[in-house]
C-alpha cells in the first residue's frame, strides 16, 4: 500500500480566501496529508484571508474573508518530509517574496524536483527563488513584467481560467482555473482517478455560504465529474453573491460579503434524471429556497430516486421542508436542529463541528469546516476515487 502523499501549503496575511482553502480541503479530501504555515506563526494560528472579485472594474476588488486556521508551524518545517509545494495567491505572495526563509524553503522543493503548484500572485514567490527561468509560466497578468525580468517564457492566459505546466512545475492565473491546477498537481504526485465523468447538480442561491459552494464544486470537477450550478429564477451565467460565515468567538457566526459564484446552466427546464448526484450548500440561501415548490420537487427526486445527496449546515433546512428526513438520522448546523428533529429525523450531535454522517444516499454536515470529510463521504457513495 502507497504511503499517504503528504503537501505543504505556503500561507501569508492576507491570502486569496478560495486560493488557500479550496486546495486544502480538496486535497484533504482525495485523502492527502496537508500541512498549512506561515512564516512567523504557529500552529493554531490564522492568517486573514482577501477576497478577490471581478466586479467589472480595472482590476479586482478586495474585501476580507475567511479566517484560515495553520495547522503546523513554519519553524518546525523539514522540506525533505513532503511531496509536494502549494503556494495560494492574494496580497500575501507581496511579502513572503521577500522573505529569505520562505525563498530558501520554496528552493528546496525545486532542487528536489518535488511538484510545485503556484497560482494567481503566488508566482512572485517563484521569481524570487529564482526557479522560473527558462520556463513555461503564467499567473495573474499584473505579475508578467516580474515573471520576465526572472527570465521566464510568460503564457499569456487567455482566460483566468488558464493553467499550464513544465517538468514539476504547476502555474494558473486565479482561483477560477482551480480544477486543472488541482488535477495536474495531484496527477504530478501521481494520482489515478477512477469514477470520473459523473453529472452532479449543485442547489444554489443568493448569500449561500462561499466555501460551501465552491470548495466542493471546485473539488469535485477537479476529479473530471461535470459539475453544474442552478439557481431558482436565474439562468446560465448569472452570479449568485455568496456570504463569509465564520467563527470568530461570538455566540453565533459572523457574516460578510463572499465571492461572487456564477451558475452555469438554467434552472427552467432542469432535467434532474441526467444527473448523479445533488450538493446542497448552507449559508442564508436555504431559508427562502425552502419556501420553493419547485426547489422541494427537485430534491424529492434525487431522494426517491436513491441518487447520492449531500447537504451540509443549513442546507437541510430544504430536505426538512421537502419532507425527506423522516426516519433517517442526520446532522445540520446546530442552530437548524429543531427544522431537523420536527422533520421526524433522528439527531445527530456535531461534535466537533467537522462531524458527518451518512445514512442511505444521505451525507450531512455541521459546517464548512467538516468538507474533507463531507466531500470524501459524497465521492465514496457516487464511486469516485483518487489512489496513488
Known amino acids: 500500500m502507497a504511503s499517504q502523499k503528504r503537501v505543504l501549503l505556503l500561507c501569508g496575511d492576507y491570502v486569496e480566501d478560495y486560493e488557500v482553502m479550496v486546495p486544502f480541503q480538496a486535497l484533504l479530501a482525495y485523502g492527502l496529508s496537508v500541512d498549512a504555515v506561515c512564516p512567523g506563526k504557529k500552529a493554531g494560528d490564522i492568517c486573514r484571508t482577501a477576497i478577490h472579485d471581478s466586479l467589472g472594474y480595472q482590476t479586482y476588488s478586495e474585501s476580507k474573508g475567511h479566517n484560515f486556521s495553520l495547522n503546523a508551524t513554519f519553524d518546525e518545517i523539514d522540506a525533505a518530509k513532503y511531496d509536494g509545494l502549494i503556494i495560494p495567491g492574494g496580497r500575501a505572495p507581496e511579502y513572503l517574496a521577500i522573505n529569505e526563509s520562505v525563498v530558501n524553503l520554496v528552493k528546496k522543493f525545486e532542487e528536489s524536483h518535488k511538484p510545485i503548484a503556484s497560482i494567481c500572485h503566488g508566482q512572485l514567490i517563484l521569481a524570487a527563488a529564482g526557479i522560473v527561468k527558462g520556463r513555461k509560466c503564467t499567473a495573474y497578468p499584473a505579475v508578467k513584467h516580474a515573471l520576465i525580468a526572472a527570465g521566464a517564457h510568460w503564457?499569456?492566459?487567455?482566460?483566468?481560467?488558464?493553467?499550464?505546466?513544465?517538468?514539476?512545475?504547476?502555474?494558473?492565473?486565479?482561483?477560477?482555473?482551480?480544477?486543472?491546477?488541482?488535477?495536474?498537481?495531484?496527477?504530478?504526485?501521481?494520482?489515478?482517478?477512477?469514477?470520473?465523468?459523473?453529472?452532479?447538480?449543485?442547489?444554489?442561491?443568493?448569500?449561500?455560504?462561499?466555501?460551501?459552494?465552491?470548495?466542493?464544486?471546485?473539488?469535485?470537477?477537479?476529479?473530471?465529474?461535470?459539475?453544474?450550478?442552478?439557481?431558482?429564477?436565474?439562468?446560465?451565467?448569472?452570479?449568485?453573491?455568496?456570504?463569509?460565515?465564520?467563527?470568530?468567538?461570538?455566540?453565533?457566526?459572523?457574516?460578510?460579503?463572499?465571492?461572487?459564484?456564477?451558475?452555469?446552466?438554467?434552472?427552467?427546464?432542469?432535467?434532474?434524471?441526467?444527473?448523479?448526484?445533488?450538493?446542497?450548500?448552507?449559508?442564508?440561501?436555504?431559508?427562502?429556497?425552502?419556501?420553493?415548490?419547485?426547489?422541494?420537487?427537485?430534491?424529492?427526486?434525487?431522494?426517491?430516486?436513491?441518487?447520492?445527496?449531500?447537504?451540509?449546515?443549513?442546507?437541510?433546512?430544504?430536505?426538512?421542508?421537502?419532507?425527506?428526513?423522516?426516519?433517517?438520522k442526520c446532522t445540520a448546523y446546530p442552530a437548524v436542529k429543531l427544522n431537523v428533529v420536527l422533520s421526524g429525523a433522528t439527531w445527530l450531535e456535531p461534535e466537533p463541528i467537522e462531524s458527518c454522517f451518512v445514512d442511505g444516499n444521505l451525507v450531512t454536515g455541521a459546517a464548512w469546516p467538516g468538507h474533507p470529510q463531507f466531500i470524501s463521504l459524497f465521492m465514496r457513495l457516487l464511486g469516485l476515487h483518487v489512489t496513488f
Open 155 to 328: 503564457v499569456e492566459p487567455d482566460t483566468m481560467a488558464f493553467c499550464t505546466s513544465e517538468g514539476n512545475l504547476v502555474t494558473g492565473a486565479t482561483y477560477e482555473g482551480h480544477p486543472e491546477f488541482i488535477q495536474l498537481f495531484i496527477k504530478a504526485l501521481g494520482a489515478k482517478i477512477s469514477g470520473s465523468g459523473k453529472r452532479i447538480l449543485f442547489l444554489c442561491g443568493d448569500y449561500m455560504e462561499d466555501y460551501e459552494v465552491m470548495v466542493p464544486f471546485q473539488s469535485l470537477q477537479a476529479l473530471a465529474c461535470h459539475v453544474d450550478a442552478v439557481c431558482p429564477g436565474r439562468k446560465a451565467g448569472d452570479k449568485c453573491p455568496t456570504a463569509v460565515h465564520d467563527f470568530e468567538g461570538d455566540q453565533t457566526y459572523s457574516e460578510k460579503p463572499g465571492h461572487q459564484f456564477s451558475l452555469t446552466t438554467n434552472f427552467e427546464g432542469l432535467d434532474a434524471s441526467s444527473y448523479d448526484g445533488l450538493v446542497i450548500p448552507g449559508g442564508r440561501a436555504p431559508e427562502y429556497l425552502a419556501l420553493d415548490e419547485s426547489v422541494l420537487k427537485l430534491v424529492k427526486e434525487f431522494v426517491e430516486s436513491g441518487k447520492p445527496v449531500a447537504s451540509i449546515c443549513h442546507g437541510q433546512l430544504i430536505l426538512a421542508a421537502a419532507g425527506v428526513l423522516k426516519g433517517k
